[in-house]
């Protein structure tokens, strides 16, 4: 549960930052970001994955980069779906999405699977030892 929630904060703080840096992309309360962590959590987790196989030959024919146009897609979904989140325009959802996805890749790489943090210590003579 734990790491649903810090997941969600992540993804907050992803379109958080992309209202500020992106034009277009606009939040008109911490409530609208709250829900729209949440609508794009969700909206990730079951419509983007029967997405993805559906447009798998897209994916192939561009080498990735309509994968993309996917997320740009799931974001302004999430904006259609959450009062006080909108996302207006291609570019704004295309710029939205890259900025969502670097943060949330960027943070999620400090945590591990469950929500933990992830600690390496490094010892004299050996080599990084992980732990939770």
């Known amino acids: 549960m734990i790491g649903l929630i810090i997941r969600t904060v992540i993804t907050g703080l992803g379109i958080w930052l992309a209202t500020y840096i992106v034009p277009g992309v606009t939040a008109s ?13 969700l ?51 295309v710029f939205g999405a890259i900025i969502v996805s670097l943060v949330s890749g960027l943070c999620s790489s400090f945590i591990g699977p469950k929500g933990s943090y992830k600690v390496m210590i490094v010892k004299s003579g050996r080599g990084p030892l992980e732990m939770d």
């Not at 309360?29 to 794009?40: C, D, G, M, N, P």
């Not at 024919?61 to 974001?75: D, H, K, R, S, Y």
């Open 29 to 41: 309360s911490t409530e609208a970001l709250i829900w729209a962590a949440i609508a794009l959590g």
């Open 43 to 93: 909206i990730n987790a079951f419509v983007r994955p029967v997405l993805v196989i559906l447009t798998l030959p897209f994916t192939v024919l561009t080498l990735g980069v309509f994968l993309l146009i996917l997320n740009a897609g799931m974001l302004n979904l999430a904006g259609w779906f959450v009062d006080g989140f909108d996302v207006v325009g291609f570019w704004s959802s």
